[in-house]
């Protein structure tokens, strides 16, 4: 059973960076079948998906945060990580780690505030 | 983007009762769409892909149905346990896209 956790700071100022990273048990990130993402919950609004990234590190990023997104994988640790830069309060939310669609991780809030 | 309208947002029901909840989309996607349960604090969980395909191990009270544009997900008979927040989810075009959720309520 493939298990997502995601891990980082709970808050984080305003036009800082925000970066989590993601821990994968039970898979590995090393397998050329799948892509690993990154998907958000702002309060009160759906879901947003972020991007994704390959073992290869080839990226797709949603073109609304492109400028600010950058993914990353660390085939080592089995983890991949997700940076967004110059954050605003908007960017307050849930963020999910995955292998989508079947697994997922519990979520990590992140709140944007000085 | 491809838009996902989903609807209604929310739903009181009852054990036993039956529940539709649809998803429009804004364009064809090829039956590219996902049904996910979520109870907070929790993962979301796959119940439906490629909008009629059951997951393994999902009680087959759970369907889906639809293509091209309009989706349809059921459950037969509501289970105490059922009582979540379900969405859906386009994997037709990048960026993947989601509904706005549907609340589930007692």
């Known amino acids: 059973q493939v298990q997502l956790q995601e891990s980082g700071p709970g808050l984080v100022k305003p036009s800082e960076s925000l970066s989590l990273t993601c821990t994968v048990s039970?898979?590995?990130?090393?397998?050329?079948?799948?892509?690993w993402s990154w998907i958000r919950q702002p309060p009160g609004k759906r879901l947003e998906w972020i991007g994704c990234?390959?073992?290869?590190?080839?990226?797709h990023y949603n073109p609304s945060l492109q400028s600010r997104v950058t993914m990353s994988v660390d085939t080592s640790k089995n983890q991949f990580s997700l940076k967004l830069t110059s954050v605003t309060a908007a960017d307050t939310a849930v963020y999910y780690c995955?292998?989508?669609?079947?697994?997922w991780g519990q979520g990590k809030l992140v709140t944007v505030s000085s | 983007d491809i838009q996902m309208t989903q609807s209604p947002s929310s739903l009181s029901a009852s054990v036993g009762d039956r529940v539709t909840i649809t998803c429009q989309a804004t364009?064809?996607?090829?039956?590219?769409l996902n049904w996910y349960q979520h109870k907070p604090g929790k993962a979301p969980k796959l119940l439906i892909h490629d909008a009629s395909d059951l997951e393994t191990g999902v009680p087959s009270r759970f369907s889906g149905s639809g293509s091209g544009t309009d989706f349809t997900f059921t459950i037969s008979s509501l289970q105490p346990e059922d009582f979540a927040t379900y969405f859906c989810q386009q994997y037709d075009s990048l960026p993947y896209t989601f509904g706005q959720g549907t609340k589930l309520e007692i």
């Open positions: 990234i390959f073992y290869s590190g080839s990226t």
């Open positions: 039970g898979g590995s990130v090393s397998s050329g079948r799948y892509f």
């Open positions: 364009q064809d996607i090829n039956n590219y």
């Open positions: 995955a292998r989508e669609p079947e697994y």
